[in-house]
T-cell receptor, first 112, second 114 residues
Framework: EAQVTQNPRYLITVTGKKLTVTCSQN?????MSWYRQDPGLGLRQIYY???????DKGDVPEGYKVSRKEKRNFPLILESPSPNQTSLYFC???????????FGPGTRLTVL | QKEVEQDPGPLSVPEGAIVSLNCTYS??????FMWYRQYSRKGPELLMY????GNKEDGRFTAQVDKSSKYISLFIRDSQPSDSATYLC??????????????FGSGTQLTVLP
């Protein structure tokens, strides 16, 4: 089944404790991205990647890191999480030549 | 001012009603327009996609784009309880070599009452 998977689905952590949210897609998509979704603000792009080893900042990159060492994986790293990073996070992927994005199921992160 | 404005709702309608969901945008360079549907505790999924002014139909759904007014709409006919979800408009630029990033509206939460 074609899909984007994220882990974990739910995470509660404390300020300053490094964490990684994994994202994997099995559709051989070139383009992957991370979004956060907050009430009243909609989906905002954090980082995106056009292919292996090619990443760039989205609209709200502060406090986040990403890497793209393999085509299928695009982990999101929070080196020192803060409470304002409490949010619902989505990973998405697509082929470069198409606009349809396929979203993962989301990761709900709470930073205390 | 946000690039894309969407009425957040919530919107509650009886089963069978016609629903109109709307977005306005400020960037006249947007060329591709999409509607995503997001069920509770799920990721968004593409519902409709259009790139020209006018109407596009797909079953009970009609996407309408008015580029001169910078206004897009999604109409749902004969709404069903299974249509209850958050609907997000999204749009992107035409730009060769760009990452074609999507700009999303904030979403409208719709509930269709049986």
């Amino acid at each position: 089944e074609a899909q984007v998977t994220q882990n974990p689905r739910y995470l509660i952590t404390v300020t300053g404790k490094k964490l990684t949210v994994t994202c994997s897609q099995n559709m051989n998509h070139e383009y992957m991205s991370w979004y956060r979704q907050d009430p009243g603000l909609g989906l905002r792009q954090i980082y995106y990647s056009m292919n292996v080893e090619v990443t760039d900042k989205g609209d709200v990159p502060e406090g986040y890191k990403v890497s793209r060492k393999e085509k299928r994986n695009f982990p999101l790293i929070l080196e020192s999480p803060s409470p304002n990073q409490t949010s619902l996070y989505f990973c998405a992927s697509r082929w470069e030549s198409y606009n349809e994005q396929f979203f993962g199921p989301g990761t709900r992160l709470t930073v205390l | 001012q946000k690039e894309v404005e969407q009425d957040p709702g919530p919107l509650s309608v009886p089963e069978g009603a016609i629903v109109s969901l709307n977005c306005t945008y400020s960037n006249s360079a947007f060329q591709y327009f999409m509607w995503y549907r997001q069920y509770s505790r799920k990721g968004p999924e593409l519902l409709m996609y259009t790139y020209s002014s006018g109407n596009k139909e797909d079953g009970r759904f009609t996407a309408q784009v008015d580029k001169s007014s910078k206004y897009i709409s999604l109409f749902i006919r004969d709404s069903q309880p299974s249509d209850s979800a958050t609907y997000l408009c999204a749009m992107t630029l035409i730009s060769s070599g760009s990452a074609r990033q999507l700009t999303f509206g904030s979403g409208t939460q719709l509930t269709v009452l049986p």
